[in-house]
Nanobody, 117 residues
Framework: QVQLVESGGGLVQAGGSLRLACAAS????????MAWFRQAPGKEREFVAR????????SYADSVKGRFTISREVAKNTVYLQMISLKPDDTAVYLC??????????WGQGTQVTVSS
């Protein structure tokens, strides 16, 4: 199974920017997609963005379109989430997700993003 480690979270003022990274290690072969989800206190986990590992095709939640950009660096087995124009509603734990042909779905531990007003 693949191991996922997120980094880059922190505290930022509204309107600011952050760049998250998720490094994959272990059995990375057969990765179909990687994605970012987030979970705020008392709320359900929600989809943020997804990228096709081979194709590079992307999709986004409506709430982040135009503000967040997902990208990947295949040689480093790393996916990124560039976030701009952050809002207090973006405050959450951001979790990395990998969907693989042989190993199914894997999750990272998450990184906290806090946006102050």
């Amino acid at each position: 199974q693949v191991q996922l480690v997120e980094s880059g979270g922190g505290l930022v003022q509204a309107g600011g920017s952050l760049r998250l990274a998720c490094a994959a290690s272990g059995r990375t072969a057969g990765t179909r997609t990687m994605a970012w989800f987030r979970q705020a206190p008392g709320k359900e986990r929600e989809f943020v963005a997804r990228i096709g590992w081979s194709s590079g095709s992307t999709s986004y939640a409506d709430s982040v379109k135009g503000r967040f950009t997902i990208s990947r660096e295949v040689a480093k087995n790393t996916v990124y989430l560039q976030m701009i124009s952050l809002k207090p509603d973006d405050t959450a734990v951001y979790l990395c997700n990998a969907d693989q042909v042989f190993s199914g779905t894997s999750w990272g531990q998450g990184t906290q993003v806090t946006v102050s007003s």
